[in-house]
């Protein structure tokens, strides 16, 4: 009797897990399907924007990510005496290399903060540019917040602002040369120099078809430069646009192609243009992996005699997206 009354027991335990069991291996494709139709931050209607560092977005999303560049350029900059006087024009080339660092969390849909490290060392190529030009390493840190809203499934903007600081260390030879003349005396060729920088913006952010996204930004920047015991500021309106098409979305090849254009425009009395056009290549097999190879054409002012660089430098893009 009492074995009969136990292998019902058993049996009615066995049932029980059984049931369990089933019940268990139901709701687990539920649950996946359930955060598999979870939108992700990035995505806006019928498309997951690619995201890139070149042009800011009004996404919350948080991430880890890194990019990794190097540039060749040259300049039309001038050649100097030993009293450090311009005496004719010559060909710069230079060579740089840069390292970036950046990351976000996102508190909710609507806030974010993120970071950026970064380091960049460039140098003359050449004889003229070594002279005119030095070798020069900055590096920089940043913080940023996001403020985001959706206002139609497939439209979200942001309030974006970034404060950046950061030392610039520079090893001038000609420049060591005429200060040791006039002091009678050696001065160092290592010149130092720091800045800080804050930047508001107004990111839109517009999925206009299947596959297709398009972000546009306007942004005001405030730079303060500090050098030995002379402080300056520059002042630039920045506008910039991003597209993206990501393949996969309209059928089964994923990949995604991205092009962008940003400028800078002073408005203070130093006068300077500078732009970014860019184009990149995308891996969007895994949505929340971010992996791309971007090549640009970039004109900007580089060193302390006003000589403008045209520059093509290649980054390699690596992101990981939590949400």
Not at 212 to 230: E, P, Q
Request: with cysteine; net charge neutral; aromatic share 12%.
């Amino acid at each position: 009797m009492r074995q009969s009354l136990w292998s019902v027991g058993c049996l009615r335990r066995t049932a029980l897990r059984s049931s369990l069991g089933i019940l268990a291996l139901w709701a687990m494709p539920v649950a996946a399907e359930e955060n598999a139709t979870q939108p992700l931050r990035r995505e806006l209607g019928p498309h997951v924007f690619i995201p890139r560092e070149a042009v800011s977005d009004p996404f919350t999303t948080t991430f880890v990510g890194s990019e990794t560049g190097i540039a060749y350029g040259s300049a039309v900059g001038p050649t100097f005496n030993v009293n450090g006087q311009p005496v004719a024009l010559a060909d710069y080339k230079i060579i740089g290399y840069s390292q970036t660092f950046t990351g976000q969390y996102g508190f909710f849909d609507w806030w974010a903060l993120r970071f950026r490290a970064s380091g960049v060392v460039y140098g003359g190529a050449n004889g003229s540019a070594a002279a005119g030009i030095g070798l020069n390493a900055v590096a920089r840190f940043g913080v940023g917040t996001t403020l985001s809203w959706q206002f139609a499934p497939t439209l979200r903007a942001g309030l974006l602002f970034d404060v950046g600081f950061g030392p610039s260390i520079g090893l001038d030879i000609l420049q060591s040369i005429v200060q040791s003349i006039a002091d009678k005396a050696v001065v160092t060729p290592v010149q130092s120099t720091g800045s800080t920088t804050l930047t508001p913006a107004l990111s839109l952010a517009w999925t206009f078809a299947r596959g297709f996204g398009l972000i546009v930004n306007a942004s005001y920047t405030h730079n303060s430069v500090k050098a030995d015991a002379a402080n300056t500021s520059l002042d630039s309106l920045g506008f910039g646009g991003a597209l993206d098409l990501d393949l996969r979305e309209l059928g089964t090849i994923p990949l995604g192609l991205a092009v962008s254009y940003s400028a800078a425009y002073s408005i203070g009395d130093a006068k300077f243009r500078n732009y970014v056009l860019a184009g990149g290549l995308f891996y969007t097999g895994r949505q929340n992996l971010t992996l791309g190879l971007e090549l640009a054409y970039r004109r900007a002012p580089i060193g302390a005699e006003d000589v403008f660089v045209k520059s093509i430098f290649g980054l390699i893009v690596l992101r990981y997206n939590f949400d």
